[in-house]
């Protein structure tokens, strides 16, 4: 099938080992942020998300952390697993500005070695 | 599976043809995205729709594309005289407005190969 992870920066993980994808934005009047996961073939899978007034949100194995000084987001998966592998998207939005519309960051490639 | 369904899942089809595409959302979500997506690059906003008005639209959107949504549930997305530069994954979303969280939950996509 086709790669979604074609041409895309690579991150190469051991099974096991906690993985950090980071991701800058650039709309300093975002307040909405998500981050997604997509398998070859498929469709986006939400991750987890996280709103201006906040600068942590934990999930199950996940962690988003947002710096609104610098406009960095980062995703922080604990003990890697081979399922895990998968491109990883950042995606910002004005929530509060009447656009609708997700901007989506370049992408992470994220590799788990057994 | 997140209850958003797209039909075709593959397309093939010769330069200067007319496809549609169908989104099917989740049920009793209001607002629904599609998106564009080429190799190696994230999605890309085409436009919106809150039930069945559609309320913005990206300049990527060439008068030879057009979106319906006209009960406010499924969708169409259809694109007339195709050309090779419109090969790409066409992503659907969908979303309950009245929701506290704005996550857009994404089909499986429709993969489009014009030749």
């Known amino acids: 099938g086709e790669s979604v992870g074609l041409h895309l920066p690579t991150l190469s993980v051991q099974e096991g080992d906690n993985s950090i994808i980071n991701c800058a934005y650039s709309?300093?009047?975002?307040?909405?942020f998500i981050w997604y996961k997509q398998e070859s073939g498929k469709g986006p899978q939400f991750i987890i998300d996280?709103?201006?007034?906040?600068d942590k949100r934990q999930g199950q194995r996940v962690t988003v952390l947002l710096n609104k000084t610098v406009k960095h987001l980062s995703l922080q998966i604990a003990a890697t697993q081979p399922g895990d592998s998968a491109v990883y998207f950042c995606?910002?939005?004005?929530?509060?500005?009447?656009?609708?519309?997700?901007?989506f960051g370049k992408g992470m490639k994220l590799t788990v070695n057994p | 599976d997140t209850g958003v369904s797209q039909n075709p899942r593959h397309k093939i089809t010769k330069r200067g043809q007319n496809v549609t595409f169908r989104c099917d959302p989740i049920?009793?979500?209001?607002?629904l995205y599609w998106y564009r997506q080429t190799l190696g690059q994230g999605p890309e906003f085409l436009t919106y729709?809150?039930?069945?008005?559609?309320?913005?639209k990206s300049r990527l959107l060439s008068d030879r594309f057009s979106a319906e949504r006209p009960k406010g549930s499924f969708s169409t997305l259809e694109i007339q005289r195709t050309e090779q530069g419109d090969s790409a994954m066409y992503l659907c979303?969908?979303?309950?407005?009245?929701?506290?969280?704005?996550?857009?939950?994404f089909g499986p996509g429709t993969r489009l190969t014009v030749l």
């Open positions: 979303a969908s979303r309950k407005a009245e929701l506290i969280t704005d996550t857009q939950y």
């Open positions: 709309n300093s009047a975002s307040d909405y």
């Open positions: 996280i709103r201006s007034n906040m």
């Open positions: 995606a910002e939005s004005e929530s509060q500005g009447g656009s609708e519309k997700l901007v």
């Open positions: 049920s009793e979500h209001n607002r």
């Open positions: 729709f809150q039930n069945e008005a559609q309320l913005e």
